[in-house]
């Protein structure tokens, strides 16, 4: 029974995505308290709900009262966990990170907690059947990738967004197996168990949901709401935090935190709640939904991201440049102005991908997505040569990537079938004399044409090679 707490648990995702929940008395929407508020009114939270970019906020009297009014008092401190359920945090998580980025740019410290601990659990907010338990490896691997993914936003915003003129707050990356890890489980029950009722867990919204499926509730999911209550005790106990954000899936979580401390020190938190994002056709953008844009770039490239946020549908894009992006909002609506006149041009669109962009893989992350950019769909042979292997890779994810060597006479038949472009004989012969063959945008027709450097070998060393629409190649060429 000595055994670590962490050992009876199993799995899942954590308190930065969303689902919509009903409101309680004991949650209160923040648009009509700030709108009625002298002392919100020109505060941190007034800002972040005209952005959109807080829902709800716990307990009632917080969000005109009492919430404020210990942010302009000093420096507060503040959490948002993410469990490491997979190797890289998504698009779905990302406004949780820039919730915590408006934090620490007006002063106040931020804590971004891995749950090393509860990935092994399995939050059931937002979940219609249990996940597959993760190895204490692949979470340990997982939580080290979110964590150096994390760190590299902070770091982007600091140095390309943030006012010089403004001190920042602190930013602290946590991981919840630290606390967990020297815990047996009757120690764990007996000290925190106790103080949680059956009846409270059982009318979360998450475990309600969950009992009324076909698959039911294992107990180890049930018990999450307890392990996340026990973070935010843990979180107040040793940094003094007093404000845990999450999604509005989380609702019931965050009141399970917030009754576990008022109980164990008579001290009040608050909870405040970001939106759902979802797509253009409302389904949740996260990796549950399976349309996951992801913030790693080996998982989506700085091309992709770019190009995601640049196809947004227009009824979206203003709502997004307010909650993505830290643009003050007359500079939004000045854009979008600009926008409604020339709506061809696409400003608020291009403007909305480079800040994203920017943000998520820093100044030479943009710069990759623009080459790539110009590369595919604007055929410039100077944004190929400018292109690294990695880029050219990532921007044909799926086109097979050969290393040839480079002899004397090689012909545009000879490099077309050494990379089994076309078909052998007569036939993939024609298909070039028939123009179905591009080499660095450029249509070929001319089978025995030996490559000529700078036309057919960029002077990067490297060939992109089309064979029909979409059938893409890329050769790179090594010297005798």
């Given at each position: 029974m000595a055994a670590s707490m962490v050992r009876i648990c199993c799995h899942l995702s954590r308190h930065g995505s969303c689902i919509l929940l009903q409101r309680t008395s004991f949650c209160f929407t923040l648009r009509s308290k700030f709108h009625c508020s002298s002392t919100a009114h020109n505060g941190l939270l007034f800002s972040l709900n005209k952005r959109g970019v807080l829902k709800d906020s716990f307990p009632e009297n917080a969000a005109h009262d009492q919430l404020p009014r210990l942010l302009q008092s000093g420096s507060q401190?503040?959490?948002?966990?993410?469990?490491?359920?997979?190797?890289?945090?998504?698009?779905?998580?990302?406004?949780?990170?820039?919730?915590?980025?408006?934090f620490r740019s007006a002063g106040h410290h931020v804590l971004a907690v891995l749950g090393g601990a509860t990935a092994q659990i399995g939050d059931p907010s937002g979940k219609t059947s249990e996940r597959e338990r993760l190895s204490g490896d692949t979470v340990e691997a997982n939580t080290h990738s979110i964590r150096e993914?994390?760190?590299?936003?902070?770091?982007?915003?600091?140095?390309?967004?943030?006012?010089?003129?403004?001190?920042?707050?602190?930013?602290?990356?946590?991981?919840?197996l630290s606390w967990y890890k020297d815990w047996g489980v009757v120690d764990f029950l007996s000290e925190a168990g106790r103080h949680f009722?059956?009846?409270?867990?059982?009318s979360r919204h998450s475990v309600q949901s969950r009992l009324k499926s076909a698959d039911g509730m294992s107990l180890t999911e049930f018990t999450y709401q307890v392990f996340q209550a026990y973070d935010f005790y843990h979180l107040h106990q040793i940094?003094?935090?007093?404000?845990?954000?999450?999604?509005?899936?989380?609702?019931?979580?965050?009141?399970?935190?917030?009754?576990?401390?008022?109980?164990?020190?008579g001290e009040e938190v608050y909870g405040l709640t970001i939106p759902l994002v979802t797509s253009s056709v409302g389904d949740k953008l996260g990796k549950t939904a399976g349309n996951a844009v992801w913030l790693n770039r080996d998982k989506t490239s700085p091309f992709e991201l770019y190009q995601f946020f640049l196809r947004q549908p227009d009824a979206s894009v203003e709502g997004y440049l307010k909650l993505f992006t830290f643009l003050p909002l007359a500079e939004i609506e000045k854009l979008m102005e600009q926008q409604r006149a020339d709506p061809g041009k696409r400003l608020a669109h291009k403007r909305l991908a480079a800040e994203v962009t920017k943000?998520?893989?820093?100044?030479?992350?943009?710069?990759?997505a623009k080459r790539c950019t110009n590369a595919l769909y604007h055929s410039s042979v100077q944004a190929l040569?400018?292109?690294?292997?990695?880029?050219?890779?990532?921007?044909?994810?799926?086109a097979p990537f050969h290393e040839l060597l480079l002899e004397s006479g090689t012909t545009v038949i000879d490099a077309c079938r050494r990379v089994n472009a076309i078909p052998e004989?007569?036939?993939?012969?024609?298909?070039?004399?028939?123009?179905a063959v591009w080499i660095n945008h450029k249509r070929t027709d001319k089978p025995e044409q030996v490559l000529i450097p700078k036309l057919h070998i960029l002077s990067n060393?490297?060939?992109?090679l089309r064979v029909g629409k979409r059938n893409f190649y890329i050769i790179k060429w090594l010297s005798l």
């Open positions: 401190t503040v959490y948002c966990g993410f469990d490491p359920t997979a190797d890289s945090l998504h698009v779905g998580n990302l406004l949780a990170i820039i919730g915590l980025l408006h993914s994390i760190q590299r936003i902070f770091s982007n915003h600091e140095l390309h967004f943030h006012d010089s003129s403004r001190k920042l707050g602190t930013v602290t990356v946590l991981n919840n009722r059956m009846g409270t867990m059982l940094y003094g935090c007093k404000i845990q954000l999450g999604g509005t899936d989380q609702l019931g979580n965050l009141m399970s935190g917030h009754e576990y401390i008022y109980k164990m020190s943000l998520v893989h820093g100044k030479e992350g943009l710069e990759s040569e400018e292109m690294s292997d990695e880029e050219l890779q990532e921007l044909f994810r799926e004989g007569p036939r993939g012969y024609q298909m070039v004399v028939d123009g060393g490297l060939t992109l």
